[in-house]
T-cell receptor, first 112, second 112 residues
Framework: EDKVVQSPLSLVVHEGDTVTLNCSYE??????LLWYKQEKKAPTFLFML????IEKKSGRLSSILDKKELFSILNITATQTGDSAVYLC????????????FGDGTTLTVKP | DAEITQSPRHKITETGRQVTLACHQT?????MFWYRQDLGHGLRLIHY???????NKGEVSDGYSVSRSNTEDLPLTLESAASSQTSVYFC???????????FGPGTRLTVL
């Protein structure tokens, strides 16, 4: 059975801090790992990672995948209150394409 | 602009009633998905479709059904609603099964 574990479950930081969110996975026929941000509404796409060691970056957010150790990290630098959200990690298989498995999410709270 | 919509946004129903949640996308995506999200948890896949007349069961499909008669719509039916089906339901679509999924705004369903 596919498994995605995110840590920590919740995190409280102050504006300006840097945070690292973790996602480890066990999945048969791994294809991609995706990160989503969910505020009080639908998840929105952040990154898709397919290859090991290649950092994806968007502004203050960056993410990298380690396919040998089966994990990914999402970094947020210089956090702002608008970064407060639940961050979801999901994995896609090569087979049964589209049948993604999600972790339970990390709830990030950024205090002013 | 292309989009994905869900209706109703909120629904309260009684145990045993049949309920249908609508999902409509204008991106012409082949793949559509239904998830449920319970408090403090990630997303769990209910059903998915790779195209017209194609439907597949996800990890929590018991008590739910879908049909795909055209590209744009994937309605989700609860045959006989149960209190355990109280949840937030998200519809999503993607170009292929190996791409990021774009989510609708969600439907909050309460079964009394």
């Amino acid at each position: 059975e596919d498994k995605v574990v995110q840590s920590p479950l919740s995190l409280v930081v102050h504006e300006g801090d840097t945070v690292t969110l973790n996602c480890s996975y066990e999945v048969t026929n791994f294809r991609s790992l995706l990160w989503y941000k969910q505020e009080k509404k639908a998840p929105t796409f952040l990154f898709m990672l397919t290859s090991s060691g290649i950092e994806k970056k968007s502004g203050r957010l960056s993410s990298i995948l380690d396919k040998k150790e089966l994990f990914s990290i999402l970094n947020i630098t210089a956090t702002q209150t608008g970064d407060s959200a639940v961050y979801l990690c999901a994995v896609l298989r090569r087979t049964n394409a589209g049948k993604s498995t999600f972790g339970d999410g990390t709830t990030l709270t950024v205090k002013p | 602009d292309a989009e994905i919509t869900q209706s109703p946004r909120h629904k309260i129903t009684e145990t045993g009633r049949q309920v249908t949640l609508a999902c409509h996308q204008t991106w012409n995506h082949n793949n559509m998905f239904w998830y449920r999200q319970d408090l403090g948890h990630g997303l769990r896949l209910i059903h998915y479709s790779y195209g017209v007349q194609d439907t597949n069961k996800g990890e929590v499909s018991d008590g739910y059904s879908v049909s795909r008669s055209n590209t744009e719509d994937l309605p989700l039916t609860l045959e006989s609603a149960a209190s355990s089906q109280t949840s937030v339901y998200f519809c999503a679509s993607s170009v292929t099964g190996l791409d990021t999924q774009y989510f609708g705004p969600g439907t909050r369903l309460t079964v009394l």
